[in-house]
């Protein structure tokens, strides 16, 4: 297995007091994509905002590890994290429209992290978004330079926001749900685009997804997070066709396929984080909870998966 | 993808600052005011240029003379001339107007930063304070000042801007506010920007058309405060000229001579009329929810 670039070991995260995040440990190793699972307020994004490390005391609390290559998320300086982010890790948003500064140009936009970590000069930076947009997949990139955000589509803004994310050449990319607020024509590609340049880059990605066929399309590994935890881990492919833990079965049945006779939704909502179950906190939910279950299951490894079921 | 049928040369989207231009010069309103305003600039400018008399020769054989061919729009109780009084009164109003204006910005700008940035017990100082300030009307708040500090052009400037304090604060908080949490703040963290930068480069330039706007609006305000203050003698000192004080010194004769207090009332009204409409005309253009594009 080669060197881990984002390794979380036993990392919790609390909010005023309540662990949004509960003992998370996932690793990802360079030039791998994983894709976080689960329904929101699950913690996927809080998980990827963290990542990035903007989620830090005194705001939160931490406990645990979360490094990002050698650097350690949680305990680094904020010079350090500045330095990092954009620069060896990017972040691609939900909502470009909304991420995307309507005062700012493409060129803008496009050059403030090539001046701010590169220090390119004017004329490279330029030189150097029309190659990014031209990676991207925009016609005319010439032209696109002096656009506004609000003079883009949709798609295309996207495509730019990608373009900003990857043009340091990180080394790790978090997309939170990249495609959501696209067209279902567009989603395919711009998940295309998103994977080929991370393998151009050899960069290592992960997905926050709650689309789980997609999830099969584009990552290796899923982590399957109910209300902060990781229930179940795996190989992509494995999991999500073959799911062992009951909550991503129920995942499973409650998607939306072609050809479905009826959907089979899970029965119930999240807990609040405040009031959480003292065991397996699907338990409430879970069809096959027993007696055991008020004892917290821990993430055990089943072969190439790591599960945290009592019954599965 | 095909670069060959791109345009090499299509025309680049033009910078901001050009557009918001072009959308200004595309109402007739605007311009119309934005042609009274300049008209006025120039005649303060020019004032040496366009009168033969200095605005305190007093000449009391003449006084009170009726518009005539030598005092074009005749002379007041000291024989002093109008028309010439007039033009070096632009002078002291514009300045009162955009002076005071950029007092009340640099005040309620840093403090609006101050309260929506920080947040905290340092938000609830400053806005007591804007809430203290706000407490008094304008003019109130301007007469006490130039009660203590005392008369001239530079204190009214001063008092007017203190009182411009309150609202442009107010204003520029709740912006900061609704700004700062936009994604692409959030996302300008994540691109390694430091803060200061965030605030200048980000948050700022996204809150600056309705501080312009609202800028514009008071510049008339401001204006009319400053004659105001005149009027009552708490501002300018006789006997420089400046509206409000010829407003003033006419009042006494204005069923003999109503020409001394109506011609410098009537510059005013056409002053403040063509600042009007052009802050109107510049919040068409800068505010999003009016843009047509």
């Known amino acids: 297995m080669t060197e881990a670039l984002l390794s979380v070991e036993n990392f919790t995260l609390a909010r005023a007091g309540v662990a949004v995040l509960d003992d998370i440990s996932l690793v990802l190793p360079r030039g791998r994509s994983l894709a976080l699972i689960g329904e929101s307020g699950a913690g996927k994004s809080t998980l990827a905002y ?51 500064n309507p005062c700012f140009t493409v060129l803008q936009h496009l050059s403030e992290p090539l001046r701010r970590h590169r220090g390119l000069a004017r004329t490279a930076c330029r030189a150097r978004a029309l190659e990014l947009l031209d990676g991207v997949g925009i016609a005319d990139p010439e032209r696109r330079l002096a656009a506004y955000p609000h003079e883009l589509s949709g798609g295309m803004q996207q495509r730019v926001m990608i373009a900003i994310a990857l043009a340091c050449e990180p080394e790790l990319l978090i997309a939170d749900e990249p495609t959501s607020a696209l067209d279902v024509t567009i989603q395919a590609q711009i998940m295309t685009l998103i994977l080929a340049r991370v393998r151009a880059l050899g960069a290592s990605v992960v997905f926050v997804l709650h689309d789980l066929a997609l999830a099969v399309q584009v990552a290796d590994e899923v982590a399957v997070m109910y209300a902060g935890q990781i229930v179940e881990t795996g190989p992509a492919g494995e999991v999500l066709n073959t799911p062992a833990h009951p909550y991503t079965q129920g995942l499973r049945a409650s998607a939306i396929e072609f050809g479905a006779q009826r959907l089979q939704p899970i029965a119930g909502v999240v807990p609040p984080l405040s009031a959480m179950p003292p065991g397996c906190r699907f338990a409430p939910r879970c069809p096959r909870a027993s007696a055991r279950c008020v004892q917290r299951p821990a993430l055990t490894e089943r072969g190439p998966r790591a599960l945290a079921c009592w019954h599965a | 993808m095909d670069v060959e049928l791109a345009p090499a040369d299509a025309p680049p989207s033009p910078p901001r600052l050009l557009r918001a231009w072009r959308r200004l010069r595309a109402q007739r309103k605007a311009v119309a005011g934005l042609a009274v305003v300049l008209a006025f600039v ?109 008369l001239g052009l530079s204190n009214v400037v001063y008092a007017l801007g203190l009182s411009f304090v309150g609202p442009f604060a107010r204003m520029v908080r709740a912006d900061v506010l609704q700004v700062k949490q936009r994604p692409y703040v959030e996302a300008a963290r994540l691109m390694g920007v430091p803060p200061r930068d965030i605030v200048m480069r980000h948050v700022l330039p996204n809150i600056a058309s309705p501080i312009l706007i609202q800028a514009g609006m008071r510049v008339s305000i401001a204006i009319l405060l400053g004659s105001g203050l005149s009027f009552l003698g708490l501002g300018v000192v006789p006997p420089t000229p400046d509206w409000g004080l010829m407003i003033a010194e006419g009042r006494g004769f204005i069923t003999m001579a109503p020409w001394i207090s109506g011609i410098p009332g009537l510059a005013l009204a056409i002053l403040l009329v063509g600042l009007n409409l052009f802050a109107e005309g510049l919040r068409d253009a800068l505010d999003p929810r009016t843009r047509q594009d």
């Open chain 2, 42 to 150: 120039l005649a303060a400018l020019a004032a040496p240029l366009l009168s033969p008399y200095a605005p305190t020769d007093q000449d009391f054989i003449n006084a009170m003379q009726p518009p005539s061919a030598a005092h074009w729009l005749g002379t007041d109780s000291f024989g002093q001339d109008l028309y010439t009084r007039l033009l070096y009164g632009a002078r002291s109003a514009l300045w009162i107007g955009f002076a005071s204006v950029a007092v009340g910005l640099a005040g309620g700008v840093a403090l609006g930063l101050l309260a929506g940035l920080r947040g905290g017990r340092t938000e609830w100082l400053a806005m007591r304070v804007v809430d203290g300030l706000l407490a008094f009307p304008e003019l109130i708040m301007a007469m006490a000042f130039m009660a203590i500090f005392g």
């Open chain 1, 50 to 100: 963290a990542a990035m490390g903007l989620l830090r005391p005194p705001e939160v609390a931490l406990r645990g590890r979360l490094q990002v290559g050698d650097a350690d998320v949680a305990s680094a300086p904020e010079r350090r994290l500045r330095a990092l982010r954009g620069a060896r890790m990017g972040l691609i948003f939900q909502d470009a429209t909304a991420a995307l």
